[in-house]
C-alpha cells in the first residue's frame, strides 16, 4: 500500500514538472530535457512494474523504434561519427516521452488542465517582456542577468525581439508553438466556469496581442507559420459557423483600418514593409538566396550519401568540406563557421552561405542527415498518426484544444517552410510535448 501510495506521488510530481516544461523551456533547454528524461524512465519503471507493454503495439510507436535503430545505424557512416552517436542514441528519449504523455501523464483531464495553465503562465510571461523589451530595449529577465548574474545585457538587436530567451531569439517560434493550444484551452476553461461571451472576448484579445507580438519578434517564419494557422482557423469556423466565422473576419478588418486610419505604429508599418520586401525577394529568387543555397547544399550531401546520409548535427560538419561548398567558396575559407557570411557583408556581396548549423528544412534535414530510408520512415511516422488523427476527426469538434495543437503543428510539417533544427533539443521538446498532447486525447485499443 504504502509503495502504491509513493509511486502516485511520484507521478503526480513528474506531471507537474512536465506541466511546467512550456515556463522551463523560456530559461533552460538542459532542465526542460531532463525532466523528459525523468519522465521516460518513469514511464518504463511503471510499466515493467505493471507488467504492461501494451503501448508497444502503438503503430506510431513501432515506427519511432525503427527510426531509432536506423539513427544509430546511420550514424557509424557519418562525417563525425562521435556527434552523430551522441545525438542518435538518446534520440530514444523523446519517443518514450510523447508515449508517456499519451499513456501516463496527461491520461487524466486535470493533468490536462494543468499543462494548459502552467503553458498561460508561460505565455503571459514573454508577452510581458517582449512588451518590456520593444519599449525599454531590454527585458527584464536580461537586466537581471545583466547586474547579478554575467554582466551580459542580450536582446534581438535592431530588428527582432528578443524577450527573455537569452541563448536565440526564440519568442516569435515560442509564440507560435504555443499560443492556439492555450488560448483555445484557456478560452474553453472559462467557457465552462464563466461565459461564452466572456470566453470569446478573452479569445479575442489574447489572440490579437500574440499576433502583434509574432509580428514584433522578426522572426518570418513564425509570422508565416501563425498566418497559415489563422488561414486554417477560418476556414475551420466558415465551415461549423459561419456568422462567427463573419464577426472574426470583421473584427481583424475594423482592428486593422484603426490602425490605418490613426496612423499607429508607423515605426512598425516600416518594419512590415522592410521584412515583406525581404521575403518577397528571397521567395522570388530562392535559388540565389541563402535559404536556396543551404536547400542546395543539403541535396549535395544527400547525393553523396543516399542511403544512410551523413549522420544526425553532421550538417554544420559537412558544409565546411569543399565538395559541399559552392563555386565561388572553393579556397575562401568561407565555410570555415556556420553562417559566417552573414557578418562578412564583403564575401555576402559576391554569394550566399551554404554553410550552417543544419538547413533550416525539416524534410532537408532528414533527407540529408538521415539518408533516404529515414526521410521515408519519417514520412511514415507522420502518415500512422495523421490516420489517428483522420479516424477519429470527431474529437477536433469535442475537444478544441486538439485544434489548437493541430494549428500549431500542421504549419510547421508543411514542406518547404523554413524550421528550427529538429535534432535540437529545444525544438523537439516542443514539437514531442505536442504530439504526446494531441495523442492523449485519443483512446488507444492498447490499454495500459
Known amino acids: 500500500m504504502l509503495t502504491k501510495i509513493n509511486n502516485q506521488n511520484i507521478l503526480n510530481l513528474i506531471s507537474w514538472f512536465i506541466s511546467l516544461i512550456p515556463i522551463i523551456l523560456i530559461f533552460s533547454n538542459s532542465i526542460a530535457d531532463i525532466i523528459v528524461v525523468l519522465a521516460s524512465i518513469f514511464f518504463i519503471f511503471h510499466s515493467v512494474k505493471k507488467n504492461n507493454w501494451n503501448w508497444l503495439n502503438e503503430p506510431w510507436i513501432k515506427i519511432g523504434l525503427i527510426i531509432y535503430f536506423w539513427l544509430i545505424i546511420s550514424s557509424f557512416f557519418a562525417f563525425d561519427k562521435d556527434l552523430a552517436l551522441s545525438r542518435s542514441t538518446t534520440w530514444i528519449r523523446f519517443i518514450f516521452f510523447a508515449a508517456s504523455l499519451q499513456f501516463l501523464f496527461l491520461s487524466k483531464n486535470k493533468f490536462k488542465n494543468r499543462l494548459i495553465v502552467c503553458g498561460f503562465i508561460g505565455l503571459a510571461y514573454v508577452n510581458c517582456e517582449m512588451f518590456i523589451e520593444h519599449i525599454t530595449g531590454s527585458s527584464l529577465y536580461a537586466k537581471f542577468r545583466f547586474h547579478f548574474v554575467d554582466g551580459i545585457l542580450f536582446n534581438g538587436g535592431h530588428s527582432r525581439i528578443t524577450g527573455p530567451f537569452k541563448d536565440s531569439p526564440k519568442s516569435g517560434i515560442y509564440l507560435a508553438y504555443f499560443m492556439f493550444p492555450i488560448i483555445l484551452g484557456i478560452g474553453q476553461m472559462i467557457k465552462i466556469k464563466f461565459s461564452k461571451n466572456l470566453s470569446l472576448i478573452f479569445a479575442f484579445l489574447f489572440l490579437l496581442i500574440n499576433l502583434y507580438l509574432v509580428y514584433l519578434s522578426g522572426h518570418r517564419a513564425s509570422m508565416l507559420f501563425v498566418i497559415i494557422s489563422l488561414l486554417m482557423t477560418l476556414v475551420y469556423i466558415f465551415f461549423k459557423k459561419r456568422k462567427t466565422a463573419s464577426i472574426f473576419i470583421i473584427f481583424l478588418i475594423l482592428i486593422g483600418l484603426i490602425f490605418n486610419k490613426f496612423n499607429l505604429f508607423n515605426q512598425e508599418k516600416l518594419k512590415a514593409k522592410e521584412l515583406f520586401n525581404k521575403t518577397y525577394t528571397e521567395i522570388s529568387d530562392y535559388s540565389n538566396s541563402a535559404y536556396g543555397s543551404l536547400s542546395l547544399t543539403s541535396f549535395k550531401m544527400f547525393k553523396s550519401k543516399p542511403l544512410f546520409g551523413i549522420g544526425l548535427k553532421n550538417y554544420r560538419v559537412a558544409c565546411e568540406k569543399d565538395e559541399f561548398l559552392s563555386k565561388g567558396h572553393l579556397g575562401t575559407g568561407y565555410g570555415v563557421s556556420p553562417w559566417k557570411g552573414h557578418f562578412n557583408q564583403g564575401l555576402q556581396t559576391y554569394y550566399q552561405a551554404t554553410c550552417s548549423s543544419h538547413p533550416h528544412n525539416l524534410y532537408l534535414?532528414?533527407?540529408?542527415?538521415?539518408?533516404?530510408?529515414?526521410?521515408?520512415?519519417?514520412?511514415?511516422?507522420?502518415?500512422?498518426?495523421?490516420?489517428?488523427?483522420?479516424?477519429?476527426?470527431k474529437i477536433i469538434n469535442e475537444e478544441i484544444i486538439v485544434f489548437g495543437i493541430l494549428l500549431s503543428l500542421i504549419p510547421k510539417l508543411i514542406p518547404m517552410m523554413p524550421s528550427l533544427n529538429f535534432f535540437s533539443n529545444w525544438n523537439a521538446v516542443c514539437f514531442w510535448l505536442l504530439i504526446g498532447w494531441l495523442l492523449s486525447f485519443y483512446k488507444s485499443e492498447n490499454k495500459f
Request: glycine share 6%.
Open 365 to 393: 534535414t532528414w533527407l540529408a542527415e538521415t539518408g533516404f530510408l529515414g526521410f521515408c520512415l519519417f514520412l511514415i511516422l507522420l502518415f500512422i498518426i495523421s490516420k489517428k488523427i483522420l479516424k477519429n476527426k
